[in-house]
């Protein structure tokens, strides 16, 4: 509880004025407002490497046949990431998302993500999208629960496999002062005991004890000033409920390709980079890089920014240092494929989607 305000009664005004105003066409879809995570993102690249991005007239840059076939290769990364996980949550949906539905989700929890501070996430937005598309409520949570329980599998398994490989030093940028480097070392190493700590909690709460889940719910909203929506909630949680029954009764095979195109989605989301510095370099130090990306992650989490706009920007040189020059042009490129693209997506699709999903909600 925050300001004796719930998430729950956060969720319940958002979903409320989304029925009843959106849909009864009463206001307008502002598209101007995605510019403002972008505008941050591009001023903090002007600000910090205009002398770089001015340094790269059009005589200068040598499109060669590696940048080329560089650059057809972050594409192309970008398109297997989103049909991995498109594909992720079309299994997850077990048969209740087409594929069009289960792309319209994916690309709307990007924008979402892209518009929200990184510190909130999409997560709840998430939520909200599923239940749109058709999903009760509480099986939207437990699938969005589903898809995070994922995530987190591959960082805390993908971090000790680098660490075997190439040692815990290759995590941490070089050339920084001993205290620099020390506190992002704690903050790596933090944030990844915090990861394996969220990954115990959904299983907990998914797998291990819904019930007492429930339970904790119900009893949370018997209190007084939130019994009101004691009734919403013992429906939801009672969806809850049986979309984890019905999770945990899935065969191991749903789960393995699950974890399957999980790693795919996000294996490809950290190569863009790596294809991103093959326009501008002959080689590239792979292993590192990619490791480099997960301590950045942890960094990029708790930006107060949307979509971490403006901190990713600034941060991804300073990361890189030891094993890749970063530039100007690096870092733009790198932000629109992985962070622009999705503005101007969910911008397009978003106004188009609502209208087409009103008559979905139950």
């Known amino acids: 509880m925050t300001n004796n305000i719930t998430y729950f009664d956060i969720f319940q005004r958002i979903y409320r004025k989304a029925v009843k105003i959106i849909l009864q066409k009463k206001i307008e879809i502002k598209r101007w407002k995605a510019l403002i995570p ?5 001023g903090v690249i002007y600000y910090f490497y205009k002398e770089d991005l001015m340094s790269l007239g059009m005589g200068e840059m040598e499109f060669s046949s590696r940048a080329v076939l560089a650059l057809v290769g972050a594409v192309g990364l970008l398109v297997i990431r989103d049909l991995a996980y498109m594909t992720r949550v079309k299994i997850l949906s077990m048969g209740e998302f087409s594929w069009r539905s289960s792309l319209n989700v994916v690309l709307l929890w990007e924008f979402a993500s892209a518009i929200t501070p990184s510190v909130i996430g999409g997560s709840p937005i998430a939520i909200y999208l599923m239940k749109r598309e058709g999903m009760t409520l509480g099986r939207s949570a437990s699938t969005v629960l589903a898809t995070s329980l994922m995530d987190e599998f591959f960082y805390v398994l993908v971090v000790p496999l680098l660490i ?3 040692g815990a030093d290759a995590f941490i940028p070089g050339g920084l002062s001993a205290t620099t480097e020390m506190g992002l070392r704690v903050m790596f190493f933090t944030g990844y005991g915090i990861h394996c700590a969220i990954t115990v909690l ?8 819904p019930s007492t889940t429930r339970n904790v719910l119900l009893k949370i909203f018997r209190l007084p000033g939130l ?5 919403k909630v013992e429906k939801a949680t009672q969806e809850w409920m049986l979309a984890s029954e019905s999770l945990k009764g899935a065969k191991r095979g749903m789960w393995l390709k699950t974890l399957g195109v999980t790693f795919v989605s996000w294996t490809a989301r950290f190569l863009i980079l790596n294809a991103v510095l093959y326009i501008f370099f002959d080689s590239v130090q792979n292993l590192e890089v990619f490791a480099r990306q997960l301590s950045l992650w942890i960094a990029m989490l708790v930006s107060p920014t949307p979509g971490a ?5 600034f941060s991804l040189p300073v990361f890189m240092q ?4 970063v530039g100007g042009a690096t870092v733009l490129v790198w932000r629109l494929l992985t962070y622009f693209i999705y503005l101007i997506i969910g911008a397009l699709l978003l106004p188009g989607w609502l209208v087409r999903t009103g008559k979905k909600i139950h």
């Open 227 to 231: 019994n009101r929506w004691g009734l």
């Open 309 to 313: 706009s403006g901190i990713a920007e």
């Open 164 to 166: 075997i490989i190439i």
């Open 322 to 325: 030891g094993v890749a020059v």
């Open 38 to 42: 972008a505008l941050i993102g591009l």
């Open 202 to 209: 959904i299983l907990f709460v998914l797998f291990i004890a």
